[in-house]
């Protein structure tokens, strides 16, 4: 219960960050942040299940999960189209936050289900991403494609102001939960060093293993931020830890955060002397003189 929280990426951290890098190494931070978000939370929501159950066995629960997560993509699709079926033929102008208002009517169906509640969202946001890959043959006939871009535009810019206010509450609300008497405490920082090296050497062999020797800065890009707040409040009361202090928290998601500045910059750099180094060595180059017609001709006769 405790580990989950801890080994999520924050890709609200993560995302705006790795803007500068190559197209590559930039697409695998992104796919890695936002399946480590989702594959996250719902482990975590699955354990906690279990907790309060009291079924550790899991014989019967692993098999309901995955009945669960079928049965939530399903119903999660079938919303995604109605969705945009319904809001593309709407002509009113204030459509926007009624659909933000239907999407937080899905969450909390799903929530009251028991169903993944994110992967609704998901695959929402995925409908709408890639209309032409899921609006193919009959299907494409009732998209309207002009009013549905207009609809994912709209809905983008508010994502992306209202993500901006929920982090910096909930930060607020973490800074004021936190005594900073207990970063003094030795103990704390022994144990947030102990897990910020554990998450770098899991991390350095499962990248050597499948990216090769290239891992910088992928190695170092592993912040810890808001997602990780949050469900460690949400740890049933059950399974707390008595002893447990929350600075541990914040050593731990300052210092992942510091490590991956300190590595931009380093890649930064290192990418700038690479550029000048290659800058600076000049091209070479060899003179010719174009030969004049007759030696042609008489190089020719010799051959003969």
């Known amino acids: 219960m405790y580990a989950t929280p801890l080994s999520i990426l924050s890709s609200a951290i993560i995302i705006p960050s790795v803007a500068g890098l190559s197209n590559v190494k930039k697409e695998f931070h992104i796919y890695e942040s936002t399946f480590s978000d989702i594959l996250g939370i719902m482990l975590f929501y699955f354990l906690a299940g279990q907790w309060e159950a009291a079924d550790h066995a899991g014989g019967n629960g692993v098999a309901g999960f995955f009945g669960n997560l079928g049965l939530t993509i ?27 208002a239907v999407l937080l009517l899905l969450y909390a169906l799903g929530k009251k289900m028991h169903l993944s509640s994110l992967i609704i969202i998901l695959a929402f946001g995925l409908v709408i991403a890639n209309m032409q890959l899921f609006f193919r043959g009959r299907l494409g006939r009732w998209l309207d494609l002009e009013k549905a871009e207009n609809i994912y535009e709209g809905l983008h810019i508010i994502t992306m102001e209202t993500a901006f206010v929920v982090r910096t509450f909930f930060f607020v609300i973490f800074g004021l939960t936190i005594s900073l008497v207990s970063l003094l405490h030795l103990d704390v920082a022994l144990i947030s060093g102990l897990i910020i090296l554990s998450i ?105």
């Open 200 to 304: 770098y050497a899991i991390r350095f062999v499962i990248l050597r293993l499948f990216l090769g020797s290239d891992i910088i800065p992928q190695l170092f890009v592993a912040p810890r931020g808001l997602i990780t707040i949050l469900l460690f409040y949400a740890i049933p009361k059950e399974a707390v830890v008595p002893g447990f202090e929350a600075g541990i928290l914040l050593f731990i998601i300052i210092g992942t955060s510091l490590i991956m500045t300190f590595a931009m910059v380093y890649d930064k750099q290192r990418a700038g002397k690479a550029l000048k180094k290659a800058q600076g060595v000049p091209v070479g180059f060899t003179r010719w003189k174009a030969p004049k017609i007759g030696e042609v001709i008489a190089e020719g006769e010799e051959e003969r």
């Open 74 to 100: 399903a119903i999660s699709l079938v919303a995604s189209y109605l969705i945009l079926f319904i809001f593309q033929n709407i002509r009113s102008q204030v459509k926007l936050f009624l659909l933000i």
